[in-house]
T-cell receptor
Framework: DVKVTQSSRYLVKRTGEKVFLECVQD?????MFWYRQDPGLGLRLIYF???????EKGDIPEGYSVSREKKERFSLILESASTNQTSMYLC?????????????FGPGTRLTVL | AQRVTQPEKLLSVFKGAPVELKCNYS??????LFWYVQYSRQRLQLLLR??SRESIKGFTADLNKGETSFHLKKPFAQEEDSAMYYC????????????FGQGTRLTINP
């Protein structure tokens, strides 16, 4: 079974803080993704990485950056947290070239910015 | 542009009644469509994909290219079907990115 883990289930930060969200997968997947999940808006793609040290902006990258130094780990960074970044953050991974094209999700990190 | 629309934020039906969750998409090429589900306190997971043409947990979904729809159906709802459902689109077979709809929260009443 693919296992995607996220470093925290709940996180509370203050406006202006630098925030790191970590995601680790154990199935040697090339592709990794960061989404935010908001009621009424569904899942929106922030950034994705199709391999180590490679990244591409998603639909809402403003205010975020990412790091992929190792294949199994994909970090989301909020350079200066703001209240409108309060949300549920989901990480996912996918096997490159998979005909099944399934993304495997982590449990999520609920971030509150005060 | 790729877009997925789920017109119902909330859907409530009685146990044993038929269920249909609507999904419409916008894409100029040949899309690959998916339904993902999130049960309470569980992670988001794939329910089914149109290419597989399979029935999972009694659910089916048919891709209608003429109406650009991919509605999810089940003839007899069960209480354990209560969950959040997301329709998603991939621009071409094997592409990395998914575009998700807004989600529909399905509640099955006893």
């Amino acid at each position: 079974d693919v296992k995607v883990t996220q470093s925290s289930r709940y996180l509370v930060k203050r406006t202006g803080e630098k925030v790191f969200l970590e995601c680790v997968q154990d199935m040697d997947h090339e592709n990794m993704f960061w989404y935010r999940q908001d009621p009424g808006l569904g899942l929106r793609l922030i950034y994705f990485s199709y391999d180590v040290k490679m990244k591409e902006k998603g639909d809402i990258p403003e205010g975020y950056s990412v790091s992929r130094e190792k294949k199994e780990r994909f970090s989301l960074i909020l350079e200066s947290a703001s209240t409108n970044q309060t949300s549920m953050y989901l990480c996912a991974s996918r096997l490159q070239g998979s005909s099944y094209n399934e993304q495997f999700f982590g449990p999520g990190t609920r971030l509150t910015v005060l | 542009a790729q877009r997925v629309t789920q017109p119902e934020k909330l859907l409530s039906v009685f146990k044993g009644a038929p269920v249909e969750l609507k999904c419409n998409y916008s894409y100029s090429g040949s899309p690959e469509l998916f339904w993902y589900v999130q049960y309470s306190r569980q992670r988001l997971q794939l329910l089914l994909r149109h290419i597989s043409r399979e029935s999972i947990k009694g659910f089916t979904a048919d891709l209608n290219k003429g109406e650009t729809s991919f509605h999810l159906k089940k003839p007899f709802a069960q209480e354990e079907d209560s969950a959040m459902y997301y329709c998603a689109l991939s621009g071409r077979q094997g592409a990395q990115k998914l575009v998700f709809g807004q989600g529909t929260r399905l509640t099955i009443n006893p």
